[in-house]
């Protein structure tokens, strides 16, 4: 019976079992020594099975470690996100930090230069008005009887409000106030000026001359009719003639 030569790597046990095992050919038949083969013997049924068996197990093992790397994979990529979305957050709220500190600085600044602020003594003005009858200079000083004024103080009245609360002083600026200056700068005086008789800063006395004119133009009661017959303008002449001494002003 001719043996297959040992190489010299190959296990011993591996060698074992080679030398029990015929060499047969291709088609299952004993070699030149016209033996009968004994099929027992015949490579076929266990080595096989072993090495299919080997096959699954490493086709197994390959498809386990693929999902592990895959499960690996996802895990990493899933950190990552989660690393880079709370890096957002952490950017967000440091943003959102800053702008708190900025509101709250400028917060700060707006209430340290309000408590600069000078507070004025606002005119007291029923004492204004008792002082003025009693000198008997109302009306030198309003250009109208203090009847008059108090008609146009209350047509004037609802343009006129100011909220207690929007004061800078201890005090707010009334209505009273606002026609005071709105009638003494349009009889030639200046808002500069006013300021120091109603008691409030230079840009409030210039607020209070445009809102009392802005007040006499919305005024319903305030308009200027205008004549729009020959018989009212007659009426007008005669009124203007009537007031001049020497009949020289006729209109």
Known sequence: MRRVSRPAHVGADLLRMLDRVPIHDHFGEAQDDGSTPDPSLAPHTDNDNSVMA???????????????DSSISSSCTASRC??????????TTAMELQDLHD?????????????????FNRLNWDEHVTQLEHE????????MSQSAHKKLVRILDPFLQRFEY?????????VEHIIAVGLRVLSGGRPKDQRHIIGSSRAAAYLAVDDFVDAVN????????????????????????????NEIMTG
């Not at 600085?105 to 507070?119: C, G, K, M, Q, Y």
């Not at 017959?229 to 003639?241: A, D, H």
């Open 136 to 143: 008997g200079l109302f009306t030198n000083e309003y250009l």
């Open 218 to 245: 919305l005024a319903p009661e305030l308009n200027i009719d205008l004549p729009t017959t020959p018989e009212e303008w007659e009426e007008i002449y005669e009124q203007y003639t009537m007031k001049s001494s």
């Open 54 to 68: 080997s096959e699954s197990s490493m086709t197994s093992y390959l498809s386990q470690k693929s999902d592990d």
């Open 166 to 174: 929007n004061s800078r002083g201890p005090e707010p600026i009334l």
């Open 82 to 91: 989660c690393t880079q979305r709370n890096n957002q957050i952490d950017s």
């Open 103 to 119: 509101l709250k600085f400028l917060h700060n600044s707006v209430v340290a230069l309000r408590d600069d602020r000078w507070e």
